[in-house]
């Protein structure tokens, strides 16, 4: 990504201790890796979401191209998605599963 090699660090290192000192270089090193990880931590989180999404996509495409067929005619990939959207809609549902009610006798305590 960055083409940086050893003589610039050490001109980095140098200068940051010259303008920082050696009590506050620690402290801004740490907070330079806490900020470079949360970086790389939203750039993973972005990516898993866009692959998500790509997923999702080719997922709803299959779907239209299997409203299209005959359902029971499908190729071996498109019987996959349908069932994969099928188990997904079913997930989804779940926590939404009427909920065993409580006894009027507890709710009236």
């Known amino acids: 990504m960055f ?4 003589w610039e660090l ?8 010259v303008v920082l000192g050696p009590e ?9 890796q806490r900020t470079v990880h949360k970086v790389r931590q939203f750039s993973s ?3 898993n979401e866009l692959k998500h999404e790509l997923r999702v996509k080719e997922l ?24 994969e959207l ?3 809609a079913q997930q989804v549902q779940r926590p939404y599963a009427s909920k065993p009610e409580k006894n009027d006798k507890d709710s009236h305590e």
């Open 24 to 32: 506050r270089l620690p402290g801004a090193l740490r907070a330079l």
């Open 86 to 88: 099928k188990a997904a």
């Open 60 to 83: 709803h495409e299959h779907l239209q191209k299997a409203e299209q067929l005959d359902m029971d005619k499908l190729p071996p990939e498109l019987q996959r998605s349908v069932a």
């Open 45 to 47: 989180n972005v990516q």
């Open 10 to 17: 050490i001109v980095i290192a140098v200068m940051g201790l």
């Open 3 to 6: 083409d940086i090699g050893f």
